[in-house]
Antibody, heavy 122, light 106 residues
């Protein structure tokens, strides 16, 4: 079975940094683009960032551009999100999600992890 | 920035058909995906590439996309279909979600 397991969430103060991780299993991780999507409490889904299978391309929502960095380690089947200069508006559940199609762009988000909660509060 | 607009809520009686719309400028020129999210759970992809159902999604879920509007239709709606539904598209290199529609089966 395809599985995505996020970790790294927690409580941080405004201005601090945090790194989220997502470990994948059950599919050829290195062949698929990966994504981060977040959901603030009681709110809808917000796309955050995407990275291509080979890490050659990465994209960010305007709300996180310049503060967040997406990366991956295909040898360890892992996806990361480095988050700097956090604000309370970053408080959300962060999901990692796998592209539907291998080696393709602008896919649907096929499989989602269970999410990890980030709370930014002083 | 590109926007996708969904009605906040839709109600349907059990066994009837429910339609949830998603509107955006020239939306028919883009691929739309639809996601179902039940309370406390992660989203589930129910439609991709406008009309395609992933493996395991019941046939009662169907969709269309033309002009400025995409529509998710659930035939023979069941109580288990009660959830939030989100449309999603790509605007160039930016992912965009609609605001979500709460489907109530009553």
């Amino acid at each position: 079975d395809v599985q995505l397991v996020e970790s790294g969430g927690g409580l941080v103060k405004p201005g601090e940094s945090l790194r989220l991780s997502c470990v994948a299993s059950g599919f050829s991780f290195s062949h698929f683009g990966m994504n981060w999507v977040r959901q603030a409490p009681g709110s809808g889904l917000e796309w955050v960032s995407s990275i291509s299978a080979g890490s050659s391309h990465s994209y960010y929502a305007d709300s996180v551009k310049g503060r967040f960095t997406i990366s991956r380690d295909n040898d360890k089947n892992s996806l990361f999100l480095q988050m700097d200069s956090l604000t309370d508006e970053d408080t959300a559940i962060y999901y990692c999600a796998k592209d539907f199609r291998a080696s393709s762009s602008w896919n649907a988000f096929h499989v989602w992890g269970q999410g990890t909660l980030l709370t930014v509060s002083s | 920035s590109y926007e996708l607009t969904q009605p906040p809520s839709v109600s349907v009686s059990p066994g009837q058909s429910a339609s949830i719309t998603c509107s955006g400028d020239k939306l028919g020129d883009k691929y739309i995906s639809w996601y179902q999210q039940k309370p406390g759970q992660s989203p589930v992809l129910v439609i991709h590439e406008d009309t395609k159902r992933p493996t395991g999604i019941p046939e009662r879920f169907s969709a269309s996309n033309s002009g400025n509007t995409a529509t998710l239709t659930i035939r023979g709606t069941q109580s288990m279909d009660e959830a939030d539904y989100y449309c999603q598209a790509w605007d160039s290199t930016t992912g965009v979600f609609g605001g979500g529609t709460r489907l109530t089966v009553l």
